[in-house]
């Protein structure tokens, strides 16, 4: 600072007050001061469009106040270090002073060169310095609000402060609402109750939390998996980070179906191969025995050598399902509108729904994209999940909702019912060829099903709990 030329701008309407100012000014080394003066309040604000390093403005200025000036120069240059000059040690100008905007006041007649050049030097310094944090404010608010991933500001109750517009998207909350109330708490989102005892334990110990994994509430009935990151900014402040891991998580479900899919047609095959070769040699010579063995032989055996065809039978059966439904078929490929075919799929199973006394909700999006698949098989798929749905539900009760969307250029269906709900144990099983709950039925439904949509380059995803329904996700690729 010594080696600059600092610029003042002192507006007063007295000469003399100018010349005391500027006598006290010289006595002063470094940094140089050069003084410009302004004896109205109109002088002044012509000269403000100019640039100045420090303002001292006096209170008097014929009509008008320095308060008034102080307001102007305020709006010209946000950060520009004005200084109130008074006559008297009142106060209560003083603090009107500094509460719209001015850097310090000082008293005529009470103050010396040390004073002045501490008193300005000080002004600028703070200008600087609320300018920089401004312009950090600035930047931090652009990264706050342009972040891709939710981000919010709470306190140490978890009550949230700020948020993002990424946060307020997906989460539909807007902390400054008035509709808000006593506040959103982030505490509130946490669907598990252990997850929240961590949140509060680490609030409560002012302490930080990072890749934190817990499942959050969207609404009343959508949740995430989600990355969590809890960082302190001061004693009662804390930063949140949220990584939306449902996206990723549904990829890994999904190529891990894949594999699986792959990994049990692999076995079908070998299978097939290993026990359909040694079931021929058994059903050809239990025909032989058939014919050649003496009357009397064959009453004394009773009905031994039909029960062998008839379960080498049966087992040849099972191996053909095996392999029908874990190989990739040919496939008749035309354009057709998801809406229709899922319509077509209920008509098949709707004398069963209103027998029970089923409700049937619609969600169509009806401006949606068409896509290229095989009619009949993807309806076979659809009646499968449909049928196991009605299956699950009780009766008088139960709801059936439909839903038909476009999200990331795919087309998505989903099938979701009220009914009984998935066993946890029994999710990672679903699609195994012959797993079933069910008394009767061969197992191979949804393997099938699965089969039909991975066929097409789609993919299938389960979500249920038990007592609290299930959903199926299908998303196919839209027509090109």
């Known amino acids: ?43 002044a604000l012509e000269k403000a469009h100019d640039h100045f390093d420090v303002f001292l403005v006096d209170y008097k200025l014929g009509k008008e106040t320095g308060l008034e000036l102080i307001q102007e120069i305020k709006k010209k240059q946000k950060h520009a270090p004005v200084i109130m000059l008074t006559g008297m040690n009142t106060g209560t100008i003083d603090r009107e002073a500094l509460q719209i905007g001015a850097s310090d006041y000082l008293i005529k007649g009470e103050f010396d060169s040390r004073t002045l050049d501490r008193t300005l030097r000080y002004a600028i310094r703070d200008s600087q310095l609320m300018e920089s944090l401004d312009k950090a404010a600035v930047k931090f608010r652009s990264i706050f609000e342009r972040a891709a991933d939710p981000f919010l500001l709470m306190d140490g109750s978890s009550k949230i402060l700020e948020a993002n517009p990424i946060f307020t998207k997906k989460f539909k909350i807007e902390p400054h609402s008035e509709n808000s109330g006593l506040g959103y708490f982030f505490s509130d989102l946490i669907v598990d109750d252990i997850s929240r005892m961590i949140l509060m334990e680490v609030l409560s110990k002012k302490s930080e939390l990072y890749d934190f994994e817990a499942e959050l509430k969207i609404g009343e009935e959508t949740y995430i998996n989600a990355l969590i990151s809890i960082v302190k900014q001061d ?91 874990t190989r990739f078929t040919e496939l008749d490929i035309a354009n057709h509108s998801i809406n229709e075919l899922l319509d077509e799929a209920l008509e098949h199973v709707k004398d069963r729904i209103e027998i029970k006394g089923f409700d049937i909700i619609k969600d169509y999006q009806t401006e949606i994209c068409n896509i290229d698949v095989d009619a009949e098989k993807v309806k076979i798929a659809l009646i499968n999940l449909i049928v196991n749905a009605v299956e699950a539900m009780p009766e008088n009760g139960g709801k059936l909702y439909l839903k038909t969307y476009i999200k990331s250029k795919q087309c998505r269906i989903e099938i979701k019912d009220n009914g009984v709900g998935i066993p946890k144990e029994n999710l990672e099983r679903l699609f195994e060829p012959f797993f079933t709950s069910k008394s009767s039925g061969s197992g191979l439904g949804l393997t099938n099903t699965q089969n039909i949509i991975l066929s097409h380059g789609g993919s299938i995803r389960v979500k249920s709990e038990e007592n609290n329904g299930t959903t199926f996700l299908i998303s196919f690729n839209l027509s090109s």
């Open 1 to 43: 600072m010594s080696s600059e030329i600092i610029r003042i701008l002192y507006v007063d309407d007295d000469p003399d007050d100018l010349i005391l100012f500027s006598s006290i000014l010289k006595k002063i080394k470094e940094p140089i001061y050069k003084v410009e003066h302004a004896a109205s309040y109109e002088e």
């Open 235 to 325: 004693a009662n402040l804390f930063q949140v980070l949220i990584k939306d891991l449902t996206a990723m998580k549904a990829k890994e479900e999904e190529e891990l179906n894949l594999k699986k899919f792959s990994s049990t047609g692999r076995i079908a095959r070998l299978l097939a191969h290993e026990v359909k070769n040694p079931l021929t040699t058994i059903v050809l010579s239990a025909d032989q025995l058939q014919m050649e063995l003496p009357e009397n032989i064959l009453q004394e055996s009773g009905d031994l050598i039909e029960v062998i065809q008839r379960n080498c039978n049966r087992i040849n059966q099972l191996v053909t399902q095996l392999l029908e439904s």
